[in-house]
């Protein structure tokens, strides 16, 4: 199947998740992935506002304010996504396609620790469809070796193998309510030479 296809029927599956059911799988990929070593260890962390179904990490981003981490969200900037520091979630107001974005002045990108990264499939490599842009491509492109990504997902949207593109860019670990995917050893490669 061709990414349209795939990006289509996984849409539709995501906005059709029920909002009790969606709630309570938000709530369990939160506890899951606050007691990941990616999580745990990042002190600054990028989230996303959730959209069109997407697994709402609000709860985890409240929680990681008060313990004292640093939270960034995306804001869209022409073709790029720049992450900018929150105090409080209420400091977002709808911007591009509505979507609540943050006021703030973009972070040095090279700040992100952890990049908790939405999708609307992810494959078992840690390949990624998103819902069109490229945004999250762009984004992850820039990372360093010592900065982490995580895929988020419900379990569903988990396929074999993706399309991809020349562009498209792996993450590093997927949670899902289900199971977490290390792709490859990457991740601790990145921290074994750190
Ligand atoms: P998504 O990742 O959101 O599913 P695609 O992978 O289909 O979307 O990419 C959408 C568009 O973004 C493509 O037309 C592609 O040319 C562009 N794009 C993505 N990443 C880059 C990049 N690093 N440089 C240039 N163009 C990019
Ligand atoms: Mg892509």
Same mark, same amino acid.
């Given at each position: /199947?061709?990414?349209?296809? =795939? ?12 909002? %009790? /059911?969606? #709630? ?42 008060? #313990? ?8 869209? /900037? ?9 105090? %409080? ?41 998103? /819902? ?5 491509? &762009?984004?992850?492109? %820039? ?20 399309? &991809? ?10 949670? %899902?309510?289900?199971? =977490? ?14």
């Amino acid at each position: /199947m061709d990414k349209d296809s =795939i990006r289509k029927a996984l849409k539709k599956k995501r906005e059709e998740v029920q909002p %009790t /059911m969606k #709630e309570a799988i938000s709530q369990k990929i939160c506890q899951r992935i606050a007691c990941r070593p990616e999580y745990r260890e990042a002190v600054k962390v990028a989230f996303y506002y959730p959209w069109k179904g997407e697994v709402s990490l609000i709860d985890l981003a409240t929680q990681a304010l008060k #313990e004292g981490k640093e939270v960034f969200f995306p804001r869209v /900037m022409g073709e790029t996504l720049v992450f900018c520091p929150v105090k %409080t979630l209420k400091e977002l107001s709808p911007g591009y396609r509505g979507i609540p974005e943050p006021t703030s002045s973009p972070a040095d990108p090279g700040e992100i620790g952890l990049l908790l990264v939405p999708g609307v499939a992810f494959d078992w490599e840690g390949y990624r469809l998103g /819902m069109g842009g490229g945004f999250y491509d &762009r984004a992850l492109g %820039t990372l360093k070796q010592y900065q982490t990504s995580l895929g988020v997902a419900y379990n569903f949207q988990l396929v074999e193998s993706l399309p &991809r593109n020349w562009w498209d860019k792996k993450v590093d670990v997927i949670v %899902t309510e289900n199971t =977490i995917i290390t792709p490859s050893t990457s991740w601790n490669l990145k921290r074994r030479i750190q």
